[in-house]
């Protein structure tokens, strides 16, 4: 079965050669004789010229461009091979095929000089239609292939002028993403250092006012000094998680065959030496491999699987599970909780940052977790999404570009 690109491309020549008219150009001092040419060569895509002398078959010829002239060698002040010798002077008409009509015997000589002059071939009246259609139709052909090959190269060197305009721009666009991103180092500097500086410093000094204070401070006191310094912490917590935001854009990935299910057991043994008392029941199939990132995969898994512990932790029959689906024939990976949920009205919110759907007061978060997750997934080539209801628990899905 021809593959369809094949049967475009073909397509498209049957279509262009169709468009393409060639000219004919009878020359004839007899007007019978051109009447008779005229019968037998009309056809679609074909222009037919005549010519009752040798000056006016000329000026026809410095006109236009013809497939083929049929030239009678009899003619009255100006002779077949007159002509021909003419034609053949024009650097433009050295290649246009002539084919001879005669009534007569050719000696040797006169062949021979005809085929000098470009002659491409002899036909003798009376003319059968067949030989003639026959030869004729080769050139026809010829033209026509001729003519969308110089289209087709028109195209191709447009094509390559656009091709090198695009590598022009996009070798522009690198060089200023190369600047925008020494900019950006030089902003994360910024704010690692001369952000952190301040924060640390309203930390300790709301501290040591605290502990200057001691017990008999005033209540209202004391409790202000703790928001402060809550707050401060928290703003270090935002700001190192826009910063690992940023960074994902630019950490080169390193691909390769990374197992989910051996890193899905890491992360649940860390999860459960940190809140041992919890009774979760996990569920993590064996060998789910994909093609990735181990590092950047490791912080995906990191957070979905963070999350579906935090959320269900006020379940006492937390549940939580990693899995492998075929949704509309695309592998797709899943980590399902039934815990607090969300309302699915607002699952699109949930890959904002800073965007969360339940308040810290319920469970702790700055809301920039699963969009880092959306940022890596797509980095991937893959996608990611959620499902969810209220007090029912919540499943994210997402699929990965790389086969494995």
């Known amino acids: 079965m021809r593959p ?22 009878l020359v004839d001092d007899q007007p019978n004789g051109l009447v008779a040419l005229e019968a037998m060569l009309s056809a679609p895509g074909r222009n037919l010229m005549q010519a009752r002398s040798g000056r006016e078959a000329l000026k026809h010829a410095m006109e236009k461009e013809f497939a083929v002239i049929l030239l009678d060698v009899q003619m009255p002040v ?15 008409l050295q290649h246009t095929p002539i084919i ?30 067949e030989i003639l259609s026959a030869k004729v139709s080769v050139f026809v052909e010829l033209a026509r292939k001729t003519e969308l ?49 301040p924060l640390r410093g309203v930390i300790g000094f709301s501290r040591i006012l605290e502990e200057q204070l001691g017990e008999n401070s005033d209540p209202g006191v004391t409790d202000a000094l703790t928001r402060i310094s809550r707050a401060a912490t928290k703003m270090g917590e935002l700001i190192d998680g826009l910063l690992s935001l940023a960074r994902l854009s630019r950490q080169e990935m390193r691909v390769g065959v990374v197992d989910l299910s051996a890193m899905a057991r890491g992360i649940a043994e860390e999860l459960k030496k940190a809140e041992p008392a919890r009774d979760v029941r996990w569920s ?31 379940k006492s029959d937390a549940r939580i599970e990693l899995g492998v689906d075929r949704i509309d024939g695309v592998t797709t990976y899943l980590v399902r909780d039934n815990g607090a949920g969300f309302n699915a ?60």
């Open 100 to 129: 001879f009509l005669t009534a007569g015997s050719i000696s040797d000589a006169a062949m021979s000089k005809a085929y000098s002059l470009g002659a491409v071939d002899f036909v003798h009246k009376p003319i059968a239609k």
């Open 149 to 197: 090959l110089k289209r087709q190269a028109s195209e191709l060197e447009e094509l390559v002028a656009v091709r090198a305009k695009l590598v022009s721009d996009l070798e522009d666009r690198n060089s200023k993403l190369e600047t925008v991103n020494r900019d950006l180092e030089a902003f994360s500097y910024s704010v690692s250092h001369d952000l952190r500086a």
């Open 78 to 92: 100006m002779d077949g091979f007159e002509l021909a010798a003419l034609i053949r002077e024009r650097e433009r």
């Open 345 to 404: 009205k607002y699952s699109e919110n949930l890959f904002r940052v800073f965007q969360r759907l339940h308040s810290a007061e319920e469970f702790e978060g700055i809301g920039i977790g699963l969009a880092t997750v959306q940022r890596i997934v797509q980095r991937h080539g893959g996608k990611i999404w959620a499902d969810g209801r209220v007090n029912q628990g919540a499943t994210f899905y997402f699929t990965l570009g790389m086969p494995v």
């Open 4 to 25: 369809k690109w094949e049967s475009w491309v073909k397509t498209l020549i049957d279509d262009s050669e169709k468009q393409t008219v060639v000219n004919l150009l």
């Open 284 to 314: 993590i199939p064996e060998k789910i491999e994909v093609r990735g990132d181990r590092q950047l995969l490791q912080i995906v898994l990191q957070n979905l699987l963070s999350n579906a512990w935090k959320y269900s932790s006020k």
